[in-house]
């Protein structure tokens, strides 16, 4: 999957489990892969980390999947009620 197409994916209002997980696989394999420009892949690790409290509401347990992305890319929580305050003040790199 691109970039915009995944894009497309998170923009997207209405979601079941699976396309939940679904979509955070997709991310995670958009970000491993050895073509994929680096900003385009924090990008949508930014918006994933924004709609993880949603997202995780939705199928509980994702929310471990979601940090595990944004760890791997080097965005560590800076606190223990990070996602309280928004996925940009939860970024550190």
Known sequence: MTHGELLDRLKSAEYS?????SLARSV????QRSDTNGADA???????????????????????MID???RERGCTPTSQDAPA?????????
């Open 17 to 21: 489990g699976d396309d939940i997980f």
């Open 28 to 31: 995670a394999y958009f970000f």
């Open 42 to 64: 924090l990008d949508l690790i930014i918006r994933l980390l924004e709609r993880r409290d949603e997202f995780n509401a939705k199928l509980p347990g994702v929310g471990s």
């Open 68 to 70: 595990a992305i944004a």
């Open 85 to 93: 305050v928004g996925a940009m003040s939860w970024l550190s790199n």
